[in-house]
T-cell receptor
């Protein structure tokens, strides 16, 4: 089955700096890669996703890149703000095959003033 | 608010007991997924239903079972509870289980926090 590794497990940045979180997946058939943000005790919230037919997607301060050859995808947050502090999870799945998400282990992002 | 609802928010029970968690998907969503989030195991997929039928199974224990009803709400039943079953249980829903479009995007409910004493 699919296995997703996520790094780093914790990330501390100064407000205004950029943050990058990296994930690798094992199943080359996976074709959908969402990123979720989870605040303490709350539900995971989808912030951006990418499908295997594109290499990059951007939504305001958030971008995701996908390298299918290396089986690697990354989340980039620019101009970080204190409200970006949360745990971020990457996930991978093969859509059409049940669509069960395999999650990475999460990255605790702390944006310091 | 994702539109996915889960009840109850919190559940405290004893070892050996049985509980039922309930999930109502977003209006129009046919697919429901259950995930377990614990400190040591992270977010783990349990089971998926699509329009009343089981579609996919993860590492769900035999003590756990689920079903999706004709009105599309779903219930997760946990029996013979153990201390290690204490976790956050999330339900997610999507229009479709996976057609490669926006219809397979999963939206999560607020979760049920289960504490087994």
């Amino acid at each position: 089955g699919e296995n997703v590794e996520q790094h780093p497990s914790t990330l501390s940045v100064q407000e205004g700096d950029s943050a990058v979180i990296k994930c690798t997946y094992s199943d080359s058939a996976s074709n959908y890669f969402p990123w979720y943000k989870q605040e303490l005790g709350k539900r995971p919230q989808l912030i951006i996703d990418i499908r295997s037919n594109v290499g990059e997607k951007k939504d305001q301060r958030i971008a995701v890149t996908l390298n299918k050859t290396a089986k690697h995808f990354s989340l980039h947050i620019t101009e970080t703000q204190p409200e970006d502090s949360a745990v971020y999870f990457c996930a991978a799945t093969l859509t059409g095959g049940g669509n069960k998400l395999t999650f990475g282990t999460g990255t605790q992002l702390k944006v310091e003033l | 608010d994702s539109g996915v609802t889960q009840t109850p928010k919190h559940l405290i029970t004893a070892t050996g007991q049985r509980v039922t968690l309930r999930c109502s998907p977003r209006s129009g969503d046919l697919s429901v997924y259950w995930y377990q989030q614990s400190l040591d195991q992270g977010l783990q997929f349990l089971i998926q239903y699509y329009n009343g039928e089981e579609r996919a199974k993860g590492n769900i224990l035999e003590r756990f079972s689920a079903q999706q009803f004709p009105d599309l709400h779903s219930e997760l039943n946990l029996s013979s509870l153990e201390l290690g079953d204490s976790a956050l249980y999330f339900c997610a829903s999507s229009v479709d289980p996976g057609d490669g479009s926006r219809r397979d995007t999963q939206y999560f409910g607020p979760g049920t926090r289960l504490t087994v004493l």
